[in-house]
């Protein structure tokens, strides 16, 4: 059955049986090509790619949701230091199939990843976004200069979220993926 159909049938029904769990090596083909559905080609350039491109591609943290077997939103978790000291995750992509969007998935997933980040005994997670979407997800922006990127960031969608109440202001400095 063509993919499209098997979406339409399952958007008809409204009830989608959607499971997430941590990502495995064998989703990265199906992650890319959800990424370029999601995003424009200029994704590339940004600077938290700068961060990303350091890391591997998988950290345990990193989830994806699926119906069936169609993969349907991915969340990419990069674990980094702040001015040297670890404790921190880097979030994104994140990215939900176009035709599912709305459906709470994004919300689900990153509720997921901060509990396993809790977990796993982070102190915070930091992103690279709009206010408007995750502000409603308990993120705050990063007071101007406290935390910096290796590159350009507009200092309005530099936000973090506490996974340890107060944890936004021991970090300081500069973002690099830890190893
Ligand atoms: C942004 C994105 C992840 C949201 O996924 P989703 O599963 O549709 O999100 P949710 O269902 O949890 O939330 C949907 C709500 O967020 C709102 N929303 C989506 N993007 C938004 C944005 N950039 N700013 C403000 N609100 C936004 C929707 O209008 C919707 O609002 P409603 O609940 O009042 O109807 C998804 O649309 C996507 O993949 N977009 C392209 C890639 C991207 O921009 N990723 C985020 C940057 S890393």
Request: proline share 9%; glycine share 10%; aromatic share 6%.
């Amino acid at each position: 059955m063509p993919e499209c159909i098997g979406i339409a049938r399952l958007m008809t029904n409204d009830v989608l049986a959607v499971e997430t769990r941590p990502a495995a090596p064998a989703d990265l083909p199906r992650i890319a090509a959800l990424q370029a559905l999601a995003f424009s080609p200029g994704r590339f350039a940004r600077t938290a790619y700068r961060v990303r491109e350091g890391a591997p591609e998988l950290s345990p943290y990193c989830r994806v949701a699926l119906v069936g077997d169609r993969l349907i939103a991915a969340v990419r978790m990069t674990p980094i230091t702040i001015g040297g000291r670890p404790g921190a995750l880097l979030l994104g992509p994140l990215a939900v199939d176009p035709e599912l969007a709305g459906r709470g998935y994004a919300r689900r997933l990153v509720a997921e990843v901060a509990d396993a980040a809790r977990a796993g005994g982070e102190a915070l997670i930091l992103l690279v976004g709009d206010m408007t979407y995750y502000g409603r997800l308990g993120f705050a922006r990063v007071p101007p200069g406290q935390i910096r990127l290796p590159g350009p960031v507009d200092p309005a969608r530099l936000l973090a979220l506490e996974i340890e109440p107060g944890a936004l202001e021991m970090f300081r400095g500069m973002v690099a993926a830890r190893s």
